[in-house]
């Protein structure tokens, strides 16, 4: 073998592992980072699975419509707002929003039955009949917005004769104290302003028809 020829393959037989090293390296880090990707995403949803909005009073929407008790007095109920609990809420959390909604309604924007805000990080439940503008059964500093009814508190389902309304109740958890809306701020901006900053929501969805 001639010198040339020897000094190249030495060089050559030098490269080859460094540039197999780099190879490799480089198509380690581009296969290992869409895996993480994918664990801190499942670990996003399992967090947001875990806040759990609960009700002894509202059936399952698959196979009961909500009691006459948590029905509009204008349809032959009582006009009682539901018992709520929730469970392990986003860390943060500083508040929480509460609101009733009927996407099924004739309105544009549907219609919101019950709109309240700023209830304390600290609360975990709503006792039944919190939605009675008068009976001060909310905790301290929780408010109530002004429902499509034209007025603050809970107003029962009261859908048109025909099929079956969905009433969505969806809670908000903030990451502030106080969710700074105007006076008894319609459910349409209270929804605005909490689902922009929500660290996550849970919810329960009824129906009723008559």
Request: glycine content about 10%.
């Amino acid at each position: 073998m001639r010198n040339r020829d020897l000094i190249r393959w030495v060089c050559d037989a030098m490269l080859a592992p460094m540039l197999f090293a780099a190879l490799a390296t480089a198509t380690f880090a581009g296969a290992v980072e869409p895996v993480a990707q994918n664990v801190a995403g499942a670990a996003d949803t399992a967090t947001a699975a875990h806040f759990l909005l609960l009700s002894p009073d509202l059936p399952d929407p698959e196979h009961g419509m909500i009691h006459r008790q948590q029905v509009n007095d204008q349809c032959g109920g009582q006009n009682v707002s539901p018992a709520l609990q929730w469970r392990n809420p986003p860390a943060g959390t500083r508040s929480f929003a509460l609101l009733m909604h009927d996407p099924d309604a004739p309105q544009a924007q549907g219609f919101w039955h019950w709109v309240v805000y700023d209830i304390p990080a600290a609360t975990t439940a709503l006792p039944a009949g919190a939605g009675d503008a008068h009976k001060n059964l909310l905790p301290a500093g929780a408010i109530q917005g002004r429902s499509d009814f034209g007025e603050p508190g809970y107003g029962g389902p009261c859908p048109p004769h025909g099929s079956p309304h969905r009433y969505v109740f969806r809670l908000y958890a903030l990451p502030v104290a106080s969710l700074n809306v105007p006076p008894q701020a319609s459910g349409v901006i209270v929804s605005s302003y909490a689902s922009a900053s929500a660290l996550g929501s849970a919810q329960l969805v009824a129906r009723y028809g008559r």
